[in-house]
């Protein structure tokens, strides 16, 4: 199993930066797929989750501005997200879960995880 991200970069508040989440060896149509973040010295928090039936799930400071999908044919899952703010820079990582629970939000309850990407937004 793999989980490769991709995406990441610099840009200066209120651009947009699309990430990626491309698997092999499983079928993320079939998961719980989420996108986390962390900074220095902090947690890995979620950032927003897809469930197997497409279902989504934000945490409040993301709501309005980032949009998470999925493509089936790509199996892969996106991250869109707009009007980017200082506070959004962190180390962005995919994962992957098989069953929805309300434990989804707990990283050390995801087994499959990618490299990270890092986001740099610059004031």
């Known amino acids: 199993v793999q989980l490769v991200e991709s995406g990441g970069g610099l840009v200066q508040a209120g651009g947009s930066l699309r990430l990626a989440c491309a698997a092999s060896?499983?079928?993320?149509?079939?998961?719980?797929v989420g996108w986390f973040r962390q900074t220095p010295g902090k947690e890995r928090e979620l950032v927003a989750a897809?469930?197997?039936?497409?279902?989504?799930n934000y945490i409040d400071s993301v709501k309005g501005r980032f949009t998470i999908s999925r493509d089936n044919a790509e199996n892969t899952v996106y991250l869109q997200m707009n009007s980017l703010k200082p506070d959004d820079t962190a180390v962005y990582y995919c994962?992957?879960?098989?069953?929805?629970?309300?434990?989804?939000?707990?990283?050390?309850?995801?087994?499959?995880w990618g490299q990270g990407t890092l986001v740099t937004v610059s004031s």
């Open positions: 994962a992957a879960r098989r069953y929805f629970d309300s434990t989804y939000v707990s990283a050390n309850r995801y087994p499959y």
């Open positions: 897809i469930t197997s039936g497409g279902s989504t």
């Open positions: 060896g499983l079928t993320l149509s079939s998961y719980v």
